[in-house]
Structure formats: structure tokens, C-alpha cells
């Protein structure tokens, strides 16, 4: 089993949709877990940090499920702009440990439509 | 404020010849990254330092790569002799608390 593995892309949907992406894990130790976005021919971005607690900004809403090891994303509302691919990373290093190495899926891509 | 600043931003070289590449911190961040992108092999991390000492290099290709970073502001990738395969974009990362700040990459072409 790969350490992080996502959702297998590309997703297409119309704008308006509501889209959800999940990335699961395999070390049951991780403690920190984001969401970055990349535009084509660009750096990735941070997207949102994902807490114990669920959080969300605006449309976009982060969920962490330690019984069953993975994030989520939901995109509500979904937008021409949120056309990119969604990156999952998992830090599976335990509290209080030096390790900053963070494990990188491979990415979901998403293109809205008009 | 300042993100992480690489330079040069694009590189074309020759087979054979040494490729340096340049990279600034967020001032602040204990942690530095260097990583690489293709197509085909997706975002894989070369080496990290913490507080300018490196930890892990074994994403690092071969001997061909090495990694330095003298002082908590700087750090430089080198290639030696360049080779077309490593045709790529290097990005450097930083980080602090939180997730790491990617500096906007350096597209390298060894023809």
C-alpha cells in the first residue's frame, strides 16, 4: 500500500457542482495532514490545513477520519478557477519528533466547466 | 512579504555541464526543501535540512547531486555533470509551522 494515495483523476464537472476528493494513508502516526492546490505550470500553494476537528474556509471544507486513515476536500460551488490539481500530504511523524519529512500524493486533477 | 525566492527561473544547458540552483527561505522557517517535478514521476523530495543541517538526502539521484546550505538564508542544488534526464522543475520549499512555502521553481532543460 502506498503511503498516501488520492483519488484517481481527472475529474470533470460543471461549475455549480459540489466535488469531494479523498486521499487515505497508511501510517497511522501522522499527525499533520494539508491540501495543496497547483495551477499548470506553476508552484504548489497551501490550500487549507486539515484538523482533528474538520475545518473549513468558505466553499472548502477539510475532514480528517483517523479510524479509517484519510482527508477529504469538499468543493462546494465549484468555480471556473478552482480548475487545478488538488494535492494530499501527510506528515506521519510523531509528537514532539524531529521528522518534517511530509509524504506527497500524487494529485487529483479538476477541471470545471462552463 | 518576501516568499521563497529561487533563481534563475528557467535554465538551458548542455549535456556534461554544471548546473547550480539558488534558493532563499521565508525568513523564520527552520526547514528547507528541495524537490523535483516531471510529468511522469509526479513531486518527489531531493533533501531536506532542519536548521541547516541535512536529514534525509536519499531522494537525492546519485552522486551527480549534491545540496548545501551554509547559513539559514541560502541554500544551493547542484548538478554535476548534467545529464538530459534531469531535465525537470526544481522546486525549494520552506517551512515553519504549518505546511511548507513553495518558491516559484526553476525550469531546467539539459539538451
Known amino acids: 500500500r502506498k503511503e498516501v494515495e488520492q483519488d484517481p483523476g481527472p475529474f470533470n464537472v460543471p461549475e455549480g457542482a459540489t466535488v469531494a476528493f479523498n486521499c487515505t494513508y497508511s501510517n497511522s502516526a501522522s499527525q499533520s495532514f494539508f491540501w495543496y492546490r497547483q495551477d499548470c505550470r506553476k508552484e504548489p500553494k497551501l490550500l487549507m490545513s486539515v484538523y482533528s476537528s474538520g475545518n473549513e474556509d468558505g466553499r472548502f471544507t477539510a475532514q480528517l477520519n483517523r479510524a479509517s486513515q484519510y482527508i477529504s476536500l469538499l468543493i462546494r460551488d465549484s468555480k471556473l478557477s478552482d480548475s487545478a490539481t488538488y494535492l494530499c500530504v501527510v506528515n506521519p511523524s510523531i509528537v514532539g519528533g524531529n521528522n518534517r519529512k511530509l509524504i506527497w500524493g500524487l494529485g487529483t486533477s479538476l477541471a470545471v466547466n462552463p | 512579504d518576501a516568499g521563497v525566492i529561487q533563481s534563475p527561473r528557467h535554465e538551458v544547458t548542455e549535456m556534461g555541464q554544471e548546473v547550480t540552483l539558488r534558493c532563499k527561505p521565508i525568513?523564520?522557517?527552520?526547514?528547507l526543501f528541495w524537490y523535483r517535478q516531471t510529468m511522469m514521476r509526479g513531486l518527489e523530495l531531493l533533501i531536506y535540512?532542519?536548521?541547516?543541517?541535512?536529514?534525509?538526502d536519499s531522494g537525492m539521484p546519485e552522486d551527480r547531486f549534491s545540496a548545501k546550505m551554509p547559513n539559514a538564508s541560502f541554500s544551493t542544488l547542484k548538478i554535476q555533470p548534467s545529464e538530459p534526464r534531469d531535465s525537470a522543475v526544481y522546486f525549494c520549499?520552506?517551512?515553519?509551522?504549518?505546511?511548507?512555502?513553495f518558491g516559484p521553481g526553476t525550469r531546467l532543460t539539459v539538451l
Open positions: 535540512f532542519n536548521n541547516n543541517v541535512p536529514i534525509d
Open positions: 520549499a520552506s517551512r515553519g509551522q504549518g505546511g511548507p512555502s
Open positions: 525568513s523564520g522557517h527552520n526547514s
